[in-house]
């Protein structure tokens, strides 16, 4: 049980381009969904929270007009990169948590490459 | 300023010996601490959490330790396998349900 998948798993993409990326729950609801991001060799960096229905809270830093996420559903958020440049490359992963869930369960990650 | 550590950047062990990892936080209070395993590419996977009511908490060959006084927790896997070669992540949850990591340990195991 809890398992989180994410689409797609890589994505290359031009500078300039949007990119969409989505993150699910499989078999069970989730009432909240992270989104980190993790450069190499560095730990996982948490850039927004999002409950179901409502606007996601950003951390300090991440900007919210760059990072556009929408959690639309209780089994599915959505986390659009708007405009990437090369500094947006990076390993993002999402999780999602549950009622009933001791902790969060992680997706198993996007690789995004900004040419 | 908070702060997660994990003992060091690589352990390097032989098969069937312990490994032993460590966490030390600042300026935390957390309510769980949580260790995952991330392999190459991949995201997290959780393998325990344990509360800071807790002492000890183990799950077939790990053993997880809790010192909210020491500000630490300590993460063995005994009889260590090579297919026990990961990163392990320790992990922080605090009240307002964020979890916060530590950089990891990379565990490899000869055989």
């Known amino acids: 049980g809890a398992v989180v998948s994410q689409h797609p798993s890589r994505v290359i993409c031009k500078s300039g381009t949007s990119v969409k990326i989505e993150c699910r729950s499989l078999?069970?609801?989730?009432?909240?969904m992270f989104w980190y991001r993790q450069f190499p060799k560095q730990s996982l960096m948490l850039m927004a929270t999002?409950?179901?229905?409502?606007?996601?809270?950003?951390e300090q830093g991440v900007e919210k007009d760059k990072f556009l996420i929408n959690h639309a559903s209780l089994t599915l958020s959505t986390l659009t990169v708007a405009s990437a440049h090369p500094e947006d490359s990076s390993f993002y992963i999402c999780?999602?948590?549950?009622?009933?869930?001791?902790?969060?369960?992680f997706g198993p990650g996007t690789r995004l490459l900004v040419l | 300023s908070q702060k997660i550590e994990q003992n060091s950047e690589a352990l390097n062990i032989q098969e069937g010996k312990t490994a032993t990892l460590t966490c030390n936080y600042t300026?935390?209070?957390?309510?769980?601490l949580q260790w995952y395993r991330q392999d190459p590419g991949r995201g997290p996977v959780f393998l325990l959490l344990i509360r800071e009511n807790e002492k000890e908490k183990r799950k077939e060959r790990l053993k997880v330790t809790f010192d909210t006084t020491l500000k630490q927790s300590l993460f063995h896997i005994t009889a260590s396998q090579p297919a026990d070669s990961a990163t392990y992540l320790c992990a922080l949850l605090s009240n307002d349900y964020k979890l916060s990591f530590g950089a990891g340990t990379t565990v490899t195991v000869r055989a």
């Open positions: 078999d069970f609801q989730a009432t909240t």
């Open positions: 300026n935390y209070s957390p309510a769980y």
């Open positions: 999780s999602a948590q549950g009622t009933g869930l001791e902790t969060q369960y």
């Open positions: 999002s409950n179901e229905g409502s606007k996601a809270t950003y």
